[in-house]
């Protein structure tokens, strides 16, 4: 089916970014293994989607699509709620920076200057 | 030789009296604002919060000191540079006033006079105990719903949650953390006199809405994101 070229092209890409940002350092290894073991697992569950039907029975869930839909918004709201800490942390450390930097400045005033 | 510039107190008995003015782009309203603060404090110090516009220069002619952020974050965050400073200069009591014209300077001696009493740590202005002109009935609605959530996360009962015009000993600004960059610092400022057990007082002082500082203030949707920000952050 076409839809599973598709997905299935759409892993590889995000596959092959993960890849690209290791060789660039910009990921370790551990974050490498993490991310390619996902989009492998998407693409086994693309091409045998049985497989979910099978996991949905153990757990108790209808249809095997239920269970990938449920399982992804529930991993979705877990990696936003990270991200935005991480946000929060780094804001605060710009704030922390921009602090550091005007209190190490001696304050400006052109009256003290003019005596 | 270069002597450090440490301001002396203007009333001995009072002890050193710093405002702290955070401005971004306020070169409108900033001259006046720190001409008459002026009158009433040992020094006041603005913090330039990443302006684009005259600030800074205004400023320092009003014979301020300025500091300066180089990036804007936020009036929060530029209060607590101020306060950081001001204790940094020895300052007994520390003033928190904003520099769209607001407020009015000559409260500060209201504000103060509570302190030096020793009785209590923090002065918060009100202005539903003083006057507040031209008060928008939207904006009366929100400031209503915020002093009823004040009071469920806080347990403060005040009759101004959002004032930003306060006056604090130099032990209480030791204590109080600003880590909210934006407007939710005013809550979060509530929320740690309830935790610290802070001795705090309302005096009433004049606010006066203009077209101006109602533009420049916070819109009533931002005040729903506030109290977002402020239930994730103490929960989550």
């Known amino acids: 089916m076409p839809i599973q070229w598709i997905l299935t092209f759409f892993c590889l890409a995000a596959l092959w970014s993960a890849i690209s940002s290791w060789r660039q350092l910009q990921i370790d290894r551990r974050k490498l293994i993490g991310w390619g073991a996902l989009w492998l697992v998407v693409i086994f569950i693309i091409w045998r989607p049985e497989v979910t039907s099978l996991l949905a029975g153990y757990a108790g869930v209808g249809r095997g699509a239920d269970l990938v839909v449920y399982v992804a918004i529930a991993v979705l709201f877990f990696i936003l709620f990270r991200v935005s800490r991480k946000i929060d942390r780094l804001e605060r450390s710009l704030t922390g920076l921009v602090r550091a930097l005007a209190l190490t400045e001696p304050p400006e005033n052109n009256q003290d200057d003019r005596k | ?236």
Do not use: C
């Not at chain 2, 600030?55 to 209060?79: D, M």
């Not at chain 2, 009591?93 to 009015?104: E, L, N, R, S, T």
């Not at chain 2, 504000?111 to 202005?127: K, N, V």
């Open chain 2, 1 to 236: 030789m270069n002597m450090p510039d440490r301001p002396t107190s203007l009333s001995p008995n009072l002890g050193l009296t710093i405002a702290v003015i955070p401005a971004y782009n306020e070169a409108g309203n900033i001259t006046d604002i720190v001409e008459r603060t002026k009158a009433y404090v040992d020094e006041v110090v603005v913090v330039d919060d990443g302006s684009i516009d005259r600030t800074s220069e205004l400023a320092i002619r009003a014979g301020a000191k300025v500091l300066r952020h180089l990036i804007n974050r936020g009036q929060g965050a530029a209060e607590q540079t101020g306060t950081d400073w001001a204790l940094n200069q020895g300052a007994q009591f520390v003033i928190h006033i904003d520099a769209d014209g607001q407020h009015d300077p000559a409260d500060i001696s209201n504000l103060l006079a509570p302190l030096a009493t020793g009785d209590y740590d923090i002065s918060l202005g009100s202005r539903f105990l003083g006057a507040a002109q031209n008060i928008p009935l939207a904006r009366r609605l929100i400031l209503g719903l915020g002093l009823i959530f004040i009071r469920a996360f806080t347990g403060l009962n005040l009759t101004d949650s959002q004032n930003g015009f306060r006056a604090m000993t130099r032990s209480t600004a030791q204590f109080i953390r600003i880590t909210h960059d934006d407007m939710a610092h005013a809550s979060e400022i509530l929320d740690q006199i309830a935790e610290q057990k802070l001795r705090y007082v309302e005096v009433p002082v004049t606010i006066s809405y203009s077209a101006y500082s109602l533009e420049r203030g916070q819109s009533n949707l931002n005040s729903l994101r506030i109290v977002w920000r402020l239930i994730i952050e103490k929960f989550f």
